[in-house]
Every structure is written in C-alpha cells, then in structure tokens.
C-alpha cells in the first residue's frame, strides 16, 4: 500500500460460510502475533497489520452518515518498532487508505494494541479515549466524525458489518 490509495470495495461478504475467517477475526489473530512476538515483531509483521487495520476501516466506514462531508484522518500508531502512519481520507461518500503523503484535518494518536482492540470491538472508544490512550490533535470536532463514520461499538452488540 506503499504511497498509493486503496478504495473501500464491498467486502460484506459472508466470508464464514466459506470457510475462512471473517475480517475482524483476522485483525484479531495478526494483532495477537504482533503482540505476542518475542522479543519484537518484524517490521514486516507490524506493516502488514496497519495495512490490514486499514483494510478493516474502509470495511467499517459508513458512507451514508458522510453525506456531503470530506476529510482526512492521520493515524500516528505507536507500535512495538516505532511510530508509523496511516490516513484514512473521506471524500464524495467514498474512503482511501494511504501511507503517506496527505494533508490531514485531525490526527488520531493512539497504541497499536488498542488500535486493534478498538477495531475489533474488544475496547470501547470513549473509554480508550477517556482513559487517556486515544488522542486528538487537530480540529476536534471533525474527529467526532471518526466514531461516526468507522462505526465502532462494542463487541457486546455486534451489527451486520462486525466479522
């Protein structure tokens, strides 16, 4: 995903009636090897789940509550080998993931694991936020959208879009 932008494409498919694992459960297995790696995980590991951590927002994005709004998202993600980035832009109901290169309207400061957990609903965002742990810097109020438009909830109430 180096530089360029990958679209969000329908991947609501019921990927458990064909035997393999559904997306959030393969963000969870990739994010427990990462965490799990001893005594750190390869570079290549760690990049392979931003981008499938990626893969997963543009899964969760809700077009239809982005009506007439546009913007990008910086994701400064603390991991094991460092500081890496992501943006997630939002433009005409349509969303790109991107490793570098984009002005951004709010940056979202947060830990790889909790990235994971908030992805796969095992953490709740206020409470990741509250607790201190997810950060905003930016425009504040356009990242409310980023609860909005990615959808999370808790685990506890999955809807159709939780794999």
Do not use: I
């Amino acid at each position: 995903m180096t530089g360029t932008a990958s679209e969000s494409t329908d991947e609501n498919t019921d990927e458990k009636a064909e035997g393999t694992a559904g997306p959030a459960a393969r963000v969870r297995a990739a994010g427990e090897a990462v965490d799990g790696a001893d005594p750190l995980p390869s570079a290549e590991q760690v990049e392979q789940l931003l981008d499938l951590l990626c893969a997963w927002f543009r899964h969760r994005f809700r077009p239809e509550r982005a009506v007439g709004r546009s913007g990008t998202f910086r994701h400064e993600v603390v991991t094991p080998l460092g500081v890496r980035h992501r943006y997630l832009s939002v433009v005409n109901g349509h969303c790109a993931a991107f490793v570098a290169g984009q002005e951004s309207d709010v940056t979202v400061g947060v830990e790889l694991r909790d990235l994971v957990a908030l992805a796969t609903g095992e953490s709740r965002a206020d409470e990741v936020f509250v607790a201190g742990r997810l950060k905003f810097t930016g425009d504040v109020f356009f990242a409310m959208n980023w609860f909005e438009w990615f959808g999370f909830q808790d685990r506890r109430f999955p809807d159709r879009r939780n794999g």
